[in-house]
């Protein structure tokens, strides 16, 4: 998987597109760790990620909020952002990636 990640980065060094997003997804986590709390309802998730300007959707099957932040330097790169949430409709966790794509 690291090489993988490697392969990428250079692949998106190549094309001039080597920039980093504005946020890391490392930053994004942290922050939404820090803003939300374990238990907080949907409609505390749905005001964070309005006032973070992050667009979401929420997937009734996976009972998940999912948002994107694109990098906007790149079109390969992206951090994908799914707050997880019990069957009250509370915070319990958030995971948060790149998301690569290629040409």
């Known amino acids: 998987m690291r090489n993988y990640h490697i392969v990428l980065c250079f692949i998106a060094f190549l094309f001039g597109c080597g920039q980093k997003a504005e946020s890391t997804s490392e930053q994004v986590e942290r922050n939404i760790v820090q803003s939300l709390k374990f238990g907080d309802d949907a409609k505390a998730i749905e005001n ?3 006032s973070q300007n992050i667009p979401f959707t929420y997937d009734k099957y996976t009972n998940r909020f999912q948002g994107i932040i ?4 790149s079109s390969l790169h992206a951090i994908t ?5 019990d069957n009250q409709q509370r915070y319990i966790n ?3 990636n ?3 794509t290629s040409l």
Not at 81 to 85: A, D, G, K, N, T
Request: glycine share 0%; net charge negative.
């Open 48 to 50: 964070y990620l309005n």
């Open 70 to 73: 694109r990098d906007e330097s």
């Open 81 to 85: 952002i799914s707050i997880v949430l």
């Open 94 to 96: 958030v995971e948060v």
């Open 98 to 100: 790149d998301s690569y």
